[in-house]
């Protein structure tokens, strides 16, 4: 079955280390997204990618990195610089180019990251 | 003003009644929309797209209002598995990028 897969599960971050988070997809779909959803709040787009080699910051990009390397691959990494990581982190992937754009977004099962 | 907004309730409701919950967005150009389901600690997932005409899924009803600017989405003869947060999303022309409401939460109650 195709989908996306996030991991790990939960993550755990000491004061001052930088951690990646994983996101695959083999849904063949251009598009891949970051998010953090925060307790009773929405979620925030921190970075997205349209196609390998090319991403754009979100609304909340400060202390976060991506790269695209892959099509397959949206890797995150949560920097020291990031002083508040801790939240439900949700990848996804759409598929821009179909009917004119406007795609609903499919999302792996998220990752939970805290400070230690 | 944000740009897409939800009342987060909670609504608590009995099983078997109809709910609605509305969502207001701010931009004019904005094209598509839809309604997420999100259970708790777990992944949004799609439950129906919006169409201009409305359209009905089952016991679920989605509205859009152009003039108003809201959408709107009514459950009827409500179920106890019903019970999750509904996330609004609204997509602008030409963009790629989606933009959620911080979500209604809805507890159905035997």
């Known amino acids: 079955d195709g989908g996306i897969t996030q991991s790990p599960k939960y993550l755990f971050r000491k004061e001052g280390q930088n951690v990646t988070l994983s996101c695959e997809q083999n849904?063949?779909?251009?598009?891949m997204y970051w998010y953090r959803q925060d307790p009773g709040q929405g979620l925030r787009l921190i970075y997205y990618s349209q196609i390998v080699n090319d991403f754009q910051k979100g609304d909340i990009a400060e202390g976060y990195s991506v790269s695209r390397e892959k099509k397959e691959s949206f890797p995150l990494t949560v920097t020291s610089a990031q002083k508040n990581p801790t939240a439900f982190y949700l990848c996804a992937s759409n598929d821009p180019s179909r009917r004119g754009g406007g795609q609903p977004q499919h999302f792996g099962d998220g990752t939970r990251l805290s400070i230690l | 003003r944000k740009e897409v907004e939800q009342d987060p309730g909670p609504f608590n409701v009995p099983e078997g009644a109809t709910v609605a919950f509305n969502c207001t967005y701010s931009n004019s150009a904005s094209q598509s929309f839809f309604w997420y389901r999100q259970d708790c600690r777990k992944e949004p997932k799609l439950l129906m797209s919006v169409y201009s005409s409305g359209n009905e899924d089952g016991r679920f009803t989605a509205q859009l209002n152009r003039a108003s600017q809201y959408i709107s989405l009514l459950i009827r003869d409500s179920k106890l598995s019903d019970s999750a947060t509904y996330l609004c999303?609204?997509?602008?022309?030409?963009?790629?990028?989606?933009?959620f409401g911080q979500g209604t939460r809805l507890t159905i109650n035997p």
């Open positions: 849904l063949n779909h251009d598009a």
């Open positions: 999303v609204v997509i602008m022309q030409g963009a790629q990028k989606l933009v």
